[in-house]
């Protein structure tokens, strides 16, 4: 029996017809929808599951929210000189980071404006536009993005997580994972934590990441110091910082500003005069310095590899590191300067190599307008040098006419004599061309630089200047130096490096002469043999040597060596002074022999020497090559009285957390911190100085290289007028030239030569004529106003100072025009009754035999 229906309810569809005045659907409709609603609850469900599992199964991969705090890109590392001024960076992606309460509202307002109006109202992504964007992706008709700054900001995360390859994929998966990293940023951080993560992220073009990097890379500033249309600018960069480059596209960038500044008017950020305003404010950006090549090159590339061998290239171009370096950026101009003009004067006496091609006459005008539209619509700037082409010749041979662009100079023969062809036996004074018919044609590309005629004529002779014309730009033949040198200059005190430069131009080569290079010293070895006698045999200033012709005969060879002197001459008994001061070869010889040559090169090696020393007599004449760093480091120690000193370039180095990794500063350095000085006076005070030689030899050894610069071939060192001391060196063939130097507070070493031996200096340069003017020019700028003591004997009652005659080394009364007063070891003085006698241990015969 079937239930009854309830009261009141229709018993049949005519009475619910007769209730509702509607025909009811027949019986399959009902039957349909049921069906339908079943699906539906069905299909909602599997959706719900689907969703589900895809959310899953995506969150996995995703990375974690980081917090404001624990937020770390990658940043560059800062190299700075000792008195905080930027030598170089080193980066991956260019990043400073900044507060987000140092970041001014309007560059805030601008990005909002620009990139996503909505950023305050919407809970991480604008679901419209991004379906908009998803269906697009998927017919392959990309219009425009549709991406939130939180959804930016969570891309720039997937990019540091997978790299920006995976992070920029125009796939699904990533955009899933993109909307639920943007939809976490938003439960967990503030609006403001998440533009503090995007400001400091968002590449803005030109290796600048985050607005701090973006505001110094176009105009030299800080972001608080930017006006509202710089602000607009960098604003309008994140949708496409190469099309916008205001360097490339000046226009679309100016475009791309309005934009900006009209979207915050309309939203009502900025009134219309401040937007009209900031509209007419013309584009002024400043290209960024590149520091690295600009200012010590060669150093700073030292210092990459150094940081990389401690810590890895990854954090160096990634770490944020702040690396403070001893390099005093003063004195490393000084040396950069002083190089590069010392080298230019040595390389004009070897002649002139060439124009730097020569064209047909067809060829002239293109490249002419080639140069006029590098030269550009200004003048032609004296002291600039410029590429020509020879137009014209006098018949006289005494001026050409150059064509620089659409520009004319006149070059004179008054400027241009040193052209001379390269004969390294010639005397360059007495070789200087007369005429430029000799050294140039029409249609040569020559190198020249402009020139007043005052400049021009300041170092002529009288009938010289005649030929200098009155009128016109007037230039003068120049060429790049083939010519190499290198310079290092330290303090002996603390072994800091102060200036270093491994050659003439770091990007032709990057070749660090100063410390990869392996060169023969010349005579500049002759104090490392001289002090091992003074060490050894207790020989003074006054042991006598006998300067005589010798032979060598050498069996393994079956070939005789017979050395001369610079200046092929013999001068016969000498004292060990006379004998250094004037740089005699056959003296040198001797004392290597009396010593032994395996002694001598074990004593190189003692005194700080780390490359290969052949254990002959040629050693004495500086056949075995050296480094310039290593001779530096010996010369220092003989400055240092005997103590080794450790060359170093790095003073701190301070993780991006301040964490210090290292710290060398020294108590006396005038840049450093009142803390890192105290810090370095007490580690200063715990370390024991390592004393090498004894300090008397040392102190005998100085004194002997400052009567080199007093009187001997390092005389004109003299003309720093302070006391000093150091050596020449020239090498036998000429290849190459040295000079090595110091005061008491600073040591500098300079070597000059072909990186190949092709082609020697020429017969007539030598250490004290091209090396020492360069270590001349930089040590007059390092030690201007710094005052500079003499030596001291280290342990004064070790030495006696005793009156003898300049060239025999016997006692003379002090008031002798001969005499000189000299340091002697106690018990090595000559006495009145016994004065020094001859010794020459090894030149009772003129014939010997090289020892194995």
Not at 562 to 581: C, M, Q, T, W
């Amino acid at each position: 029996m079937s239930p009854s229906p309830p009261s009141g309810a229709p018993e049949s569809r005519n009475d619910l017809l007769v209730l509702t005045g509607v025909r009811p659907p027949p019986p399959f409709v009902w039957r349909a929808l049921h069906a339908l609603a079943l699906a539906a609850m069905v299909g909602l469900t599997v959706g719900a599951s689907a969703a589900f599992g895809l959310y899953v199964h995506f969150s996995r991969n995703v990375p974690s929210i980081p917090t404001a705090r624990d937020y770390r890109p990658p940043l560059l590392s800062e190299l700075r000189a000792a008195d905080g001024r930027l030598l170089a960076e080193f980066f991956d992606e260019r990043r400073k980071m900044i507060p987000y309460d140092r970041i001014p509202r309007r560059l805030i307002q601008g990005f909002v404006a620009s990139e996503d109006k909505n950023f305050f109202d919407h809970h991480g992504f604008d679901v419209l536009a991004t379906l908009r964007a998803a269906v697009q992706d998927a017919i392959g008709y990309h219009i425009r993005g549709a991406s939130t700054l939180t959804q930016q900001t969570a891309k720039a995360i997937l990019a540091t997580a997978y790299g920006e390859k995976a992070a920029t994929a125009r796939t699904l998966s990533r955009k899933i994972k993109e909307l639920i990293l943007a939809r976490r940023l938003e439960a967990h951080l503030s609006k403001e934590e998440i533009l503090y993560l995007y400001l400091n992220h968002v590449y803005l073009g030109h290796h600048a990441y985050g607005v701090r990097a973006a505001a110094e890379n176009y105009f030299h500033a800080e972001p608080g110091q930017l006006t509202l249309a710089q602000m607009a600018l960098i604003a309008g960069l994140p949708q496409a910082p190469s099309r916008y480059s205001p360097f490339a596209h000046p226009e679309a960038a100016r475009r791309r500003r309005s934009y900006v500044l009209r979207r915050m008017a309309e939203c009502g950020m900025i009134s219309e005069s401040e937007r009209a305003a900031a509209d007419a404010e013309p584009i002024r950006v400043f290209p960024m310095e590149d520091v690295f090549h600009d200012r010590a090159p060669f150093f700073s590339e030292q210092v990459r590899r150094d940081v990389i061998g401690r810590y890895g290239s990854e954090r160096l171009l990634t770490g944020g590191l702040r690396i403070d370096s001893t390099l005093d950026l003063d004195d490393q101009q000084a040396a950069q300067q002083a190089l590069l003009s010392g080298l230019t004067r040595v390389d004009k006496r070897q002649g002139y190599f060439g124009p730097l091609e020569h064209l047909s006459p067809a060829e002239v005008s293109p490249f002419l307008d080639r140069i006029a539209r590098k030269v550009g619509g200004g003048g032609l700037v004296e002291g600039q040098d410029y590429v020509g082409v020879v137009s014209q010749l006098e018949e006289s041979g005494r001026l050409a006419e150059i064509q620089i662009g659409n520009r004319t100079a006149a070059l004179s023969i008054a400027g241009s004599r040193w052209a001379r062809k390269p004969n390294p036996e010639a005397y360059y004074p007495s070789s200087l061309v007369d005429r430029l018919t000799k050294v140039l044609r029409p249609g040569d590309v020559v190198l020249v630089r402009v020139v007043s005629r005052a400049q021009l004529v300041d170092d002529l002779d009288p009938d010289a200047r005649r030929l200098v014309p009155q009128r016109g730009t007037l230039v003068t033949l120049e060429q790049m130096p083939h010519l190499q040198g290198a310079l290092v200059s330290l303090d002996p005190n603390d072994g800091a490096v102060r200036a270093l430069v491994g050659g003439y131009d770091f990007d032709a080569s990057e070749f660090n002469r100063a410390q990869q290079s392996c060169r023969q010293p010349g005579s500049a070895f002759k104090p490392i043999v001289y002090s091992k006698a003074i060490d050894k045999l207790d020989w003074t200033m006054s042991t006598i040597l006998v300067d005589s012709p010798i032979v060598f005969d050498d069996p393994d060879t079956a070939k005789v060596w017979k050395p001369e002197n610079y200046e092929s001459d013999f001068k016969g008994d000498v004292p060990l002074r006379v004998a250094l001061i004037n740089s005699m070869n056959i003296p040198a010889i001797k004392t290597l022999a009396a010593v032994g040559p395996k002694d001598v090169a074990a004593w190189a090696h003692q005194l700080g020497i780390t490359t290969k020393i052949n254990e002959d007599l040629s050693i004495a004449l500086g056949s075995s090559c050296v480094s310039l760093w290593d001779l530096t480091k010996v010369y220092a120690l003989f400055d240092r009285m005997g103590q080794r000193v450790h060359p170093r370039i790095l003073d701190k180095v301070t993780d991006r957390d301040g964490r210090v990794l290292e710290d060398h500063v020294s108590y006396d350095d005038a840049w450093a911190s009142l803390e890192d000085r105290l810090a370095g006076g007490v580690a200063a005070a715990l370390e024991k100085p390592e004393q090498v030689i004894d300090p008397t030899t040392a102190f005998l050894t100085t004194h002997l290289m400052q009567e080199v610069v007093q009187m001997g071939t390092g005389a004109e060192a003299a003309r720093l007028g302070k006391p000093a001391a150091g050596k020449t060196g020239t090498t036998n063939d000429s290849f190459d030239a040295w000079f090595m130097g110091f005061t008491r507070d600073l040591v500098t070493g300079v070597w000059v030569g072909y990186d190949s031996y092709e082609m020697p200096l020429g017969k007539y340069e030598n250490g004290g004529r091209a090396a020492l003017p360069i270590w001349l020019d930089y040590m007059k700028r390092a030690v201007a106003g710094r005052p500079e003591k003499g030596w001291d004997p280290p342990e004064p009652d070790q030495i006696v100072w005793a009156w003898v005659d300049r060239q025999t080394g016997k006692l003379l009364p002090e008031n002798s025009p001969q005499s000189i007063k000299e340091p002697f070891r106690k018990g090595t003085e000559p006495q009145a009754d016994n004065p020094a006698e001859p010794s020459h241990p090894v030149s009772s015969s003129n014939l010997f035999t090289l020892p194995n």
